[in-house]
Nanobody
């Protein structure tokens, strides 16, 4: 599976942005798809995961209530809608996919086999 992330940009605090992750080569069917982010000088951190199609999504506490992950199976795309953005949300956002993601590993980057190239999100204060 090849993943292509896009949609990042510069936004003011309080604003919204939607990033997208398109899969090629295979569909997302049967894969858990997650978003991670990495800020300068920090480790990559879990943001959200769609375990499979349907209402089976989980979020980091830091984004819960502000971010929403969703799938469009027809477009083979996973979205991350980000609202009420804060300067601390500034990071490179990566999408990742994996087949054998369980509750105890969904936060772990090494559990995912496929990664997109990342898209920069910058939130100004």
């Amino acid at each position: 599976v090849q993943l292509q992330a896009s949609g990042g940009g510069l936004v003011q605090a309080g604003g919204s942005l939607r990033v997208s992750c398109v899969a090629s080569g295979r569909t997302f069917s049967g894969y858990a798809v997650a978003w991670f982010r990495q800020a300068p000088g920090k480790e990559r951190e879990f943001v959200a995961v769609s375990r499979r199609a349907g209402d089976n999504n989980y979020y980091a506490d830091s984004v819960k209530g502000r971010f929403t992950i969703s799938r469009d199976s027809a477009k083979n795309t996973v979205y991350l809608q980000m609202n009420s953005l804060k300067p601390e949300d500034t990071a490179i956002y990566y999408c990742a996919a994996g087949r054998t993601i369980i509750s105890s590993t969904m936060h772990v980057p090494d559990a995912y086999h496929y990664w997109g190239q990342g898209t920069q999100v910058t939130v100004s204060s």
